[in-house]
């Protein structure tokens, strides 16, 4: 089925906003199965005075789009999807390149190779997709409806060909019920937890945490072993591996990502007097240390991209500035390479709080490698989380002792018991050992 422009525009309606998933049907029905998936074509225009080409999209997309996502880099031969959706409608478009969706139901197949802004290939819902023939180059729009709900989508063909069969029997499917994302737990004697209210369930949250992989299987673990305390091997598993992760020599595992900034103070020495250039915006644990060591923040106003303008620090560096605090703000990291670069040619102290931006990269290096001190929070609305926990790297052994031993109140002299105890429990450590990192491509560095 072909979608064109005349049709998608006429049968545009917005139904029930805003809990709406869907505001256009395709003409064949009511926009489910393979029957009603196609390509939607459109066209691109540019001025006389020619500034390259605009495809405008919003007439045309057959649903209320609520998120989007990007794919691209797909090795050659490399398939993605692999799973079918029970009521969100998705619609591709390729910014560059070329691939072919595939949509299968039980009543067939059906392919849609796209290779223009000009086409999208509209996914209807109960259908198992595969992504394929990826172009090299090929950069992968996908425009989605509803709010996403893990327990929506059917992630295995073996229960994909379940739903399915209710169809075959000339059966409905039971009707899908919206969840939270946190699998429910079977801990012994841990109540369920509560049906959602009405309020609840029009509340946006800013973000739900994902936990979906081996958390329960470890953190019995160390119940059962009596591992619960930071001596525990998960601890000591997790810091190897993030610091491996980042490329780093060491990480030393905290309580959060507040007392990571706290030590990374104190270990770099800054005291009374000594300036830290840093931004305008951000969180106060930023400057909480700062402050109480009798230091002085220097601010800095930001850019486009919501993080410090690099143009402005060199011009508010005095003899008393000892380092330059950079924080990465939401999807975009700081230009880390000018900010290193600023900081080599005056001999500061970088702090790079990387906790809104565990997995990205800049320039092909990952956030949390650049700072003489880098620092992460694994807080639940955190990339990774451990429901509390931070983390200190470094590649400077002295450092790092220094690092390790604010965390557990600088037992050995000279300066003992100076430091509250920041140690991440093994409890803790193992609630996340085994999530994926989420790599998120560098958006702001040239």
Known sequence: MEIKKQDALA????????????????????????????????????????????????????????RVNCTYGVPDGV????????????LCVVMMGSMTVVVEDHTGSKEMK???????????????????????????????????????VIRTRAAFDAHMAFYIRGEVPPPYARTMAVVPSSIPNLPPPPPPSAVEDEFIQVNTPLLCHNEKKYVLECVETGWISSEGAFVQRFEKEMASYCGRRYAVAVTNGTAALDIAVDALGIGAGDEVIMPTFTIISCITQIARCGAIPVVVDCDDSFNMDVSQIEALITPRTKAIMAVHIYHFPCDMHAIVALAKKHNLHVIEDAAELIGASCRGRKVGSFGDVSTMSFYPNKHVTTGEGGMVLTDDEKLYRRIAERRNLCFEPPRRFVHVCARQSNLTAAADHDAPLIQTPNQNCP
């Open 79 to 90: 398939e993605r999807g692999g799973h079918a959706h029970q009521i969100v409608h998705e």
């Open 114 to 152: 796209i290779s223009s802004p000009t086409e999208g290939a509209y996914i209807a819902p109960g259908t198992w997709i595969t992504l394929k023939d990826f172009a090299p180059a090929t950069c992968l729009l996908i425009l989605c409806s509803g709010d996403f709900d893990p327990a929506e």
């Open 11 to 66: 049968l545009r309606e917005d139904v029930g906003a805003p809990s709406w998933t869907l505001s256009i049907m395709p003409p064949s029905g009511e926009g489910r199965g393979v029957k009603d998936c196609g390509i939607i074509h459109n066209s691109s225009f540019s001025e006389k005075n020619f500034r390259g080409y605009l495809t405008p999209w919003d007439d045309l997309v057959p649903f209320q789009t609520t």
